[in-house]
């Protein structure tokens, strides 16, 4: 959530004490997030390096490559850098290494925005005594704003299905490096989760994993919508619907070889704005769903043969926060 303190500032200066609140928030939120910073302005410093010596090359290709590496470096999002191993492998370790920060110092994050959140509470309480309506109003969306973006901080947690011993992990979605963009799926770092959000408002928008897999395997997700539909997908074809938008307490299953599909009654729905575990797993002849551990359909479907990626995505409007999901070996 680095950056999210930035809307801080003159909205609530009429009022010190909020003003003094503000100012600490953001001082504080600046010093946890010094490392991140201090990162960026040594991967600058590298990059300005890299271009310097692009330049005494003559390579003009290199050179633009890098200044457009330097001007979007904190986008998200695949590089296509193979054509220069070593601007690739910067951007590789400025990657890992951010990631590693950032999840160093997620639950000290958290942990200034809930106190945040509860003094601004308290003054929203103490302006509404003292009569001063306006400034009230005006600190409560600012509450409900920290409410927010509290919705998706991510907290460590312990592995999914788990202690994750003897367990052989295939495949994470960890960066947008490591997933094909299907239909325009937009995709966006929040903290340590990604929200996902299709532009198109309907179905079809997804993001894939960049490799494939043969049953038998299992899918787990950590995952929660802010309205219907969270959408996965294997061989290209829809596997699993939860808040089906059509009807939103059903489960729906597609076989991934057919793409038949079947309905499952008061199976499918799930709390809104909830982060849930998700287990898929794809057998030979067979298809298993858990949510938060408890099992709700095992259908049959002839899965031999198939050797494909697998997916998540919204649709018809909604909005997904991903903390996690990966691809585990079944024997």
């Given amino acids: 959530m680095a950056g999210a303190f930035s809307f801080c500032g003159d909205l609530f200066a009429q009022d010190p004490e909020v003003a003094k609140l503000e100012t600490a928030f953001a001082e504080a939120m600046s010093r946890l997030e010094a490392p991140l910073t201090e990162l960026d302005t040594k991967y600058l410093e590298s990059l300005d390096n890299w271009m310097t010596a692009a330049q005494a090359r003559g390579e003009l290709e290199a050179l633009v490559a890098g200044k457009k590496e330097r001007e979007t470096f904190r986008q998200p999002g695949e590089r296509d850098y193979d054509a220069w191993p070593d601007l690739k492998r910067l951007r590789e370790i400025y990657e890992s290494t951010r990631e590693r920060l950032s999840e160093n110092i997620s639950g000290d994050r958290r942990q200034i925005f809930e106190t945040f959140h509860r003094e601004l509470n308290s003054h929203v309480e103490r302006l509404t005594r003292a009569g001063q309506l306006d400034e009230a109003v005006r600190l409560s969306q600012r509450a409900q704003q920290i409410e927010k973006l509290l919705a998706v901080e991510v907290v460590a947690k312990p592995p999914l299905g788990g202690d994750g011993k003897d367990e052989e992990v295939l495949w994470e979605f960890k960066s947008q490096a490591s997933v094909d963009t299907i239909k325009d799926c937009g995709l966006k770092k929040v903290g340590d989760a ?11 928008s997804y993001h894939n ?38 009807n939103p307490r059903e489960l729906r299953v597609h076989e991934p070889k057919t793409n038949r599909n079947m309905g499952f009654r008061d199976k499918g729905e799930l709390e809104r704005n909830k982060l849930h575990d998700i287990e898929i797993d794809v057998l030979d002849n067979e298809i298993k769903v858990k949510a938060d551990r408890q099992r709700l359909v095992e259908v049959p479907a002839d899965n031999t043969g198939l050797d494909g990626p697998v997916g998540i995505g919204p649709a018809f409007g909604s909005t997904l926060t991903l903390e996690s999901m990966r691809v585990i070996q079944l024997k």
């Fill in 194 to 204: 990604y929200v996902i959000v299709s532009p198109r408002g309907g179905a079809g």
């Fill in 209 to 246: 994993s960049r490799r494939t897999f043969k049953p038998p395997f299992r899918i787990q997700a950590r995952v929660t919508t802010d309205s219907t539909n969270i959408r996965f997908y294997y061989n290209n074809n829809t596997l699993s619907i939860f808040n089906w938008e059509m």
